[in-house]
């Protein structure tokens, strides 16, 4: 009885030791399935040290791109300013041109008068003093009737035809309407045939004004000097 027994308790403990060692003997399938999970397992922590590998290059990039950003905002703005060349042509004197003064003795040959005339380098149109203007029409056309005054103050009528009519602006007051004639006009040796506007300068100096019409081109004024010249009164010019 002793025998069997321990036979029965031999065979039992070496039942349960094989157990035991069968348990623990891992299998083919299982050792599959582990080599998975480290792959995966691998797999996982590599894409995570990639996504934190490039979230670290994003986050440079950005803070280099912050950094120029505030560079550029703290450094001066520069303005480029464009500078034109400004190339001032000299006026062309030329030799045949005349000197004159600031006020000079004109003739009016249609008239035979000798007249006192402002020189005036700012005035577009010469302009005379002229009493009793008045419009007319002769042979459908438009005339002009009016006087002028010797230095005497005697008035010599003239009638011409109506060249045309200006409007002068005056600050304060209505725009004034001028006749403007064609009238011929000597000033030392030059005869010229000029657009003239009437007007009353009764209360100026010069009751000729002339003007850039007259001037341009022909004419140096000297500032420091008046009545340099005389104009030239041939007899064959005389009422015409």
Not at 30 to 37: C, E, G, L, V
Not at 46 to 63: G, H, Y
Not at 156 to 174: A, D, F, Q
Request: contains cysteine; proline residues 3%.
């Amino acid at each position: 009885m002793n025998s069997y027994l321990k036979t029965i308790t031999a065979l039992t403990i070496y039942a349960f030791i094989s157990g035991c060692a069968a348990t623990n003997t891992p299998t083919n399938n299982n050792i599959k399935d582990t080599t998975k999970q480290e792959q995966y397992q691998e797999k996982t922590n590599k894409k995570i040290e990639n996504k934190e590998q490039i979230d670290k290059k994003e986050k440079k990039e950005q803070e280099i791109k912050s950094a120029e950003k505030e560079q550029k905002e703290e450094q001066p703005k520069i303005i480029k300013q464009i500078v034109k060349k400004i190339i001032i042509k000299k006026p062309v004197i030329k030799d045949s041109m005349i000197v004159i003064g600031t006020a000079e003795k004109v003739y009016i040959p249609s008239s035979d008068i000798l007249l006192k005339a402002k020189i005036d380098t700012g005035a577009t149109t010469t302009s005379i003093h002229a009493l009793n203007i008045k419009e007319f029409e002769r042979d459908g056309k438009k005339w002009i009737k009016f006087d002028l005054q010797d230095k005497d103050g005697n008035l010599i009528n003239k009638n011409l035809p109506l060249h045309r009519i200006v409007k002068i602006k005056r600050h304060g007051t209505k725009n004034q309407k001028r006749y403007v004639v064609q009238m011929k006009i000597n000033l030392a040796n030059i005869s010229q045939l000029v657009e003239v506007s009437l007007t009353n300068r009764s209360k100026f100096t010069y009751p000729v004004l002339i003007g850039k019409n007259y001037l341009n081109g022909l004419f140096l004024v000297d500032v420091s000097k008046k009545y340099i010249t005389k104009p030239k009164m041939s007899k064959n010019e005389i009422k015409k």
